[in-house]
């Protein structure tokens, strides 16, 4: 081909390229466009109170974002208090050189945990309503009466609710948790534990005073990008929390909901206002989401080595 | 590093007491995985021989039954899936690849890679159920489009896009500068470099990035509730309310008919084969064509 056709060529294929990028970003600004947008309805009429406000009538336009709002951040912190012990735990078990766990054995686990988190979260839904909830009917009835004068678990068990919720989020997001800390563990110097060992420490000495410290900040950046997916993790919340919207309750076992839940639940039959106000919680959630992963990256980023901030 | 020095190993101790401590703490990390692998064993055990009961001929063939009607299947939900996902892996593959090219290959100024990496990395953070929300707001409304499969293979696009971008980015990073600078010292362009030279070393690349979002966009339903809706008919074209199995198990599961739960279940089970195909085969693409560095 003549030099000056190649080089139409190449000019035309870079600049498709670069729209492509271009696309992106579009993308990304048209989304929040999107959001802003259609909940301006409700922005202009309830303002910021919306966010703290309590209470859901949709009929008397009576609406209020708290209680989803607080059930997002506490199933949130809850799943992940639950599973960052069992995530570092696992992630331990799977670099550990253990006598009793040979390589083999150890990447057949590792792609069991890696399988955890390819499970579509309807499925962990479906489980959650025919398989957790029956289960856990004994446990929370007894909780309840020995435990009953404790707000957390002041009320009866009703089925749907806050405490299945949080433990199926935790099986979830646990996968999250193990891959980031598995790699920072993965990636430290051999050299350290060593050297730990050469003066002496035990395994677990040179696990919980020298590994852990040097891979504690990445881990944290981890479990703030677990904690990210958890708040806007929506279908098997969805299926299992109860979708309770009008008032904040601290028992663990009464129906709760969350921003996420509540789009998903009421956005196909919502009307008018409703939808203005739905919009504002998906732009709140937006809002929390970004805030938690801008952490985590900062975090990632500050102790990255590498400096590109991927885990 | 300054860590080392904060704890210092008791060596004052009993050893015994020591190794004790050391072992209980084996325990218990044993426990943890013990902790976190039972439930899954639950979970598949549960799927699979629930999901066995109803796993027939007809599941694939008949129609998603209404509360009270008998026998039926997941025919109709299955093809919408296909569809809905085949048109999003459309989308996505070639807009993804190109936006990683641009981001490795073509781009020279570094704040413009760090922005469009910042960018990526949003689109992956926003959570799925925003992305149907923004595909409902600009295309099902703004647009006009109306809800279908259009507009669910958009939101599927979406959810798919950062895992292929970055697939084929961590590729190109690793793609050795020798075959690229010997192209360019025969002369050839950029884009006869890209086409010629990156782009067929980076398929395999591309594939294992394809298999993975695959498997995370089969079973995602929460972006398809506003955007492809649910239907209990056969998909009659990209526009039009469009079935699909991840929103159909929802509905089942949430529902008190008998026979639509047990369908949900063996929907379950046909998701998790999926995801078992899609991750198996993204493993051995990746073993193929481990990254060059």
Redesign the interface.
């Known amino acids: 081909m003549a030099l000056y056709g190649r080089k139409i060529g190449h000019r035309l294929g870079v600049s498709l390229l670069g729209l492509a990028a271009l696309l992106v970003a579009i993308v990304l600004v048209a989304l929040f466009l999107t959001l802003v947008v259609a909940a301006w309805p409700a922005i202009a009429r309830f303002g910021w109170g919306l966010i703290g406000a309590a209470g859901w009538a949709p009929n008397r336009q009576v609406f209020g974002l708290g209680p989803a709002l607080y059930g997002t951040v506490v199933s949130g912190v809850l799943a992940l208090g639950l599973a960052v012990p069992v995530g570092v735990g696992v992630a331990l078990l799977l670099t550990e050189e253990f006598v009793f766990l040979p390589r083999s054995l150890q990447g057949i686990c590792g792609f069991l945990i890696d399988l955890l988190a390819a499970i579509p979260s309807v499925v962990y839904g479906l489980w959650g309503i025919f398989v957790l909830i029956p289960a856990l009917g004994p446990l929370a009835a007894w909780l309840h009466g020995v435990l009953g004068d404790w707000v957390l678990f002041a009320t009866p068990f009703l089925g749907r609710g806050m405490l299945p919720a949080v433990l199926v989020l935790a099986l979830m997001v646990l996968p999250t948790i193990a891959a980031i800390a598995r790699q920072s563990l993965g990636s430290l110097d051999r050299e350290l534990r060593v050297a730990a060992m050469a003066v002496g420490a035990t395994r677990w000495e040179a696990v919980r005073g020298v590994l852990l410290p040097a891979a504690g900040t990445r881990i944290l950046g981890g479990v703030l990008l677990a904690l990210g997916r958890a708040l806007g993790e929506t279908m098997a919340v969805t299926m299992l929390i109860g979708n309770v919207p009008d008032r904040i309750e601290a028992s663990l076992l009464a129906p709760s909901s969350t921003i996420a839940s509540l789009i998903a639940n009421e956005f196909a039959e919502a009307r008018g206002l409703q939808v203005a106000v739905l919009m504002y919680g998906a732009l709140v959630l937006l809002g929390l989401v970004a805030g938690v992963h801008g952490l985590a990256e900062g975090i990632l980023q500050w102790r990255s080595p590498t400096g590109n901030g991927r885990p | 590093?300054a860590?080392?020095h904060?704890?210092?190993?008791?060596?004052g101790k009993n050893l015994a007491w020591?190794?004790g401590?050391?072992r209980f703490?084996?325990a218990?990390?044993?426990?943890?995985?013990a902790?976190?692998?039972v439930?899954?064993a639950?979970?598949l055990g549960?799927?699979l021989v629930?999901g066995a009961q109803r796993f027939d001929v007809q599941v694939w063939t008949a129609l998603t039954p209404a509360a009270g009607q008998v026998g039926g299947g997941l025919g109709n939900a299955i093809v919408g899936s296909i569809v809905m996902v085949a048109l999003a892996t459309g989308f996505s593959v070639p807009?993804g690849v190109?936006?990683a090219?641009?981001?490795t290959e073509?781009?020279r100024q570094a704040w413009?890679r760090a922005?469009?990496?910042l960018?990526?990395?949003?689109?992956n953070?926003?959570?799925?159920?925003?992305?149907g929300?923004?595909v409902?707001?600009?295309v099902v409304v703004?647009l006009g489009w109306g809800f279908g499969a259009i507009a669910g293979a958009l939101a599927l696009s979406?959810i798919m896009?950062p895992t292929i971008?970055r697939t084929t980015d961590d590729f190109c990073q690793g793609f050795p500068p020798e075959q690229r600078l010997a192209a360019y010292a025969l002369g050839a362009?950029?884009?006869?470099v890209?086409?010629g030279i990156v782009l067929p070393a980076a398929l395999p690349a591309i594939l294992t990035g394809t298999m993975l979002a695959l498997?995370?966009a089969?079973?995602?339903?929460?972006p398809l509730?506003?955007t492809a809706?649910g239907f209990d008919f056969w998909l009659r074209g990209l526009s039009g309310p469009a079935p699909a199995l991840?929103l159909t198990?929802?509905r089942f599961?949430?529902g008190f008919d008998p026979n639509q739960?047990n369908l949900?279940?063996t929907g379950?089970l046909i998701?998790?084969l999926l995801?078992?195909l899609t991750?198996g085969l993204a493993?051995i693409l990746a073993r193929l064509a481990p990254p060059s560095t």
């Open positions: 590093m860590i080392a904060r704890q210092r190993p008791a060596l020591r190794q401590w050391g703490w084996t218990v990390v044993v426990l943890m995985g902790i976190a692998l439930p899954l639950i979970l549960y799927v629930r807009l190109a936006v090219l641009y981001g073509v781009c413009i922005a469009l990496r960018a990526v990395n949003v689109l953070g926003v959570p799925s159920i925003l992305l929300v923004f409902y707001g600009a703004g979406l896009l971008i362009t950029d884009w006869e890209l086409t498997s995370r089969a079973g995602e339903t929460a509730i506003f809706l991840s198990i929802y599961a949430t739960q949900a279940w379950a998701l998790l995801v078992l991750q493993r």
